[in-house]
């Protein structure tokens, strides 16, 4: 990060939202080093030598760093209170590597990841996770295939599958509202519980602005999300702003 985008951000309320997420995981520690114990990093490294880098990778995808990783799912489980909060039934859309259902399970949650099969390493850690993956590939306007359950929470974590193509200038052509819609509207009748909520975290735009255009924001804001930093959090019921907190109750209902 350059520093003068670094120094904007320290004034930004973003900086605000950021420590506020930072002060909420400091009050309820969780020891990631437990969790990454648990994984055999040799293999990890052994799929990494397997499949290489392509050409051009970005440092952020090092998906054989478990640390890394591991670290980051730890923050996004408990950004959702996952560590607190009764077992869970999770649909991870673009799951990756699969680091998240993974870390999820040591919190009591089972949980289905939704990827394409064209990164050959995932197929390699998702196998040595254990982590359950159903093969598609999400399309503008086209339902989910039918996964036979409903879920308590649906999460999509540094989401890409709303890039239809690069344009030369480098900047991503994305789906429009409409297709946010359909989508939405599939999730919140076919996939969500009645008290289920769909997490939608974002990458950050190139020119590090935000995670959301204006449209984009305004578009989620009018399906009655809550928006937090990167994160649009929308409940299954379009009149109900949900929580990133969910209380047993509000779960017992669901259930
Ligand atoms: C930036 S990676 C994020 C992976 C993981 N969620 C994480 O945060 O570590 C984006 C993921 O979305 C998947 N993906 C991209 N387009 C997709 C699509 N149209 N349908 C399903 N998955 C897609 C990619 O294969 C990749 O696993």
């Known amino acids: 990060m350059r520093v003068s985008r670094k120094f904007q951000k320290l004034l930004s309320f973003d900086a605000v939202e950021s420590l506020w997420e930072h002060v909420r995981r400091w009050t309820h520690p969780v020891s990631s080093r437990r969790i990454l114990a648990t994984l055999d990093r040799l293999e990890l490294t052994r799929l990494?030598?397997?499949?290489?880098?392509?050409?051009n990778a970005r440092r952020i995808n090092a998906?054989?760093?478990?640390?890394?990783?591991?670290?980051?799912?730890?923050?996004?489980?408990?950004?959702?209170?996952?560590?607190?909060?009764?077992?869970?039934?999770?649909?991870d859309l673009g799951c990756g590597a699969g680091y998240f259902?993974?870390?999820?399970?040591?919190?009591?949650?089972?949980?289905?990841?939704?990827?394409?099969?064209?990164?050959?390493?995932?197929?390699?850690?998702t196998e040595?996770?254990?982590?359950?993956?159903?093969?598609?590939?999400?399309?503008?306007?086209?339902?989910?295939?039918?996964?036979?359950?409903?879920?308590?929470?649906?999460?999509?974590?540094?989401?890409?599958?709303?890039?239809?193509?690069?344009?030369?200038?480098?900047?991503w052509d994305e789906w429009a509202s409409a297709d946010w819609r359909f989508f939405i509207d599939d999730i919140r009748t076919?996939?969500?519980?009645?008290?289920?909520?769909?997490?939608?975290?974002?990458?950050?735009?190139?020119?590090?602005?935000?995670?959301?255009?204006?449209?984009?924001?305004?578009?989620?804001?009018?399906e009655g999300a809550r928006i937090f930093r990167s994160k649009a959090l929308l409940a299954a019921d379009p009149n109900q702003r949900p929580r990133f907190k969910q209380t047993r109750r509000k779960i017992d209902k669901s259930l």
């Open 101 to 125: 259902l993974y870390v999820c399970r040591f919190f009591g949650h089972e949980g289905l990841g939704l990827d394409t099969d064209e990164e050959p390493l995932f197929r390699g850690t």
């Open 128 to 171: 040595l996770l254990n982590v359950h993956r159903v093969v598609s590939r999400i399309h503008p306007q086209v339902p989910l295939p039918d996964l036979g359950e409903k879920f308590d929470l649906i999460t999509g974590h540094r989401v890409c599958f709303h890039r239809v193509a690069r344009a030369p200038s480098g900047e």
């Open 190 to 222: 076919r996939f969500l519980k009645p008290a289920g909520r769909l997490l939608l975290d974002f990458n950050p735009r190139p020119e590090g602005s935000s995670f959301f255009t204006k449209k984009l924001r305004a578009y989620f804001l009018s």
């Open 63 to 91: 998906y054989e760093n478990a640390a890394r990783w591991i670290g980051i799912n730890v923050e996004r489980a408990q950004d959702l209170w996952l560590d607190r909060t009764p077992p869970l039934r999770i649909l």
């Open 48 to 55: 990494r030598e397997q499949y290489p880098y392509r050409p």
